[in-house]
């Protein structure tokens, strides 16, 4: 089984890079979505089905807690596994997204062996 | 709060430790005047901006060679470079360098929101100007770099 990726970060490096990542592993990757921000996430989200959802958090237009906040409300999408990627230190805006239950949280700089296991980890679930 | 020696030292480490780990650069310490730019014509200055119970600013200035790897690096050689990708990439690393340096200096109490870095071209006559105390320069595998800091307490701390 094939699976679908969504990567919503404002940069197109940080974009390029994970994809690569992705797809030099041994995971069955199938379509890899891009996002620049939150709302754009959504429009994909609404339009295909995605298995991982990786998030930047400081991010333009709609920023990567805004989208978590939406995220868990929507009835079709809520149940939609997130891994964070970001710069964010802060104890309590981590706090708030375990609370929103983002399944892993990764901080930059992220190495890509990170990347593979925390995939792997989420899709066993 | 910090003297301006320890805050020294401590971006030495987080600016070596995020461009080693990041994108695979050897970094070493420089001297800190603008002849270390050599006979670059140009340079690029990318800034980012910091709110919290201090307010800052960090700003990177770099010549094209050192987008150049960094962007290679991080991308992968094999794979095209577009210009974009090469501003993007200083873009991202100067967040990348502020998120950790604000955790690294005040820990994960405080809450600091980080504004979008930008970024603009700097003649080659207008990098002295860039250069002040607060100055701290380095080599990244062989090119230079020099960032240069600037904290106050926030009013509402």
């Known amino acids: ?13 940080v974009r390029k890079a ?41 991010m333009p237009v709609m920023n990567g807690m805004e989208f978590m906040e939406q995220l868990r409300l929507d009835e079709e999408l809520k149940e939609t596994p997130v891994i964070v ?6 104890k309590e805006r981590r706090e708030r997204l375990d609370e929103l239950r983002v399944r892993v949280y990764l901080r930059k700089p992220v190495s890509p062996e990170a990347i593979v296991e925390s995939v792997t980890d989420v899709l066993k679930g | 709060m910090l003297n301006v020696e320890s805050f020294k030292d401590t971006l030495t480490q987080v600016t070596a430790r995020v461009l080693e780990d990041w994108a695979m650069m050897l970094v070493e310490p420089a001297d800190s ?5 050599g006979d670059n014509d140009r340079c690029f200055c990318s800034s980012i901006r910091y709110r919290g119970v201090f307010n800052g600013v960090y700003s990177i200035v770099c010549p094209p060679g050192f987008l150049e790897v960094l962007a290679s690096n991080v991308l992968g050689s094999e794979d ?5 990708d090469r501003l993007d990439a200083l873009r991202e690393m100067a967040n990348v360098l502020c998120g950790n340096l604000l955790t690294e200096m005040y820990g994960e109490d405080p809450v600091f929101d980080v504004v979008m870095p930008r970024i603009r071209e700097l003649p080659s006559s207008e990098i002295g ?23 106050e307490a926030s009013d509402a701390d």
């Not at chain 2, 005047?33 to 730019?37: A, D, K, Q, S």
């Open chain 1, 18 to 58: 994970l994809r690569k990542t992705l797809s030099m592993t041994d995971l069955e990757v199938g379509e890899l979505h891009e996002a620049e921000n939150g709302l754009q996430a959504f429009e994909v989200l609404r339009s295909t089905w995605v298995d991982v959802i990786f998030l930047d958090i400081n």
């Open chain 1, 85 to 90: 990627v970001s710069t964010e230190g802060s």
């Open chain 1, 1 to 13: 089984m094939a699976y679908n990726f969504l990567l919503v970060d404002d940069s197109k490096v």
């Open chain 2, 80 to 84: 095209e470079i577009e210009d974009d």
């Open chain 2, 33 to 37: 005047v603008p002849e270390i730019f």
């Open chain 2, 129 to 151: 100007e860039f250069f002040s105390e607060r100055t701290i320069c380095f080599l990244a595998d062989d090119e230079p770099i020099a960032i240069t800091y600037s904290m």
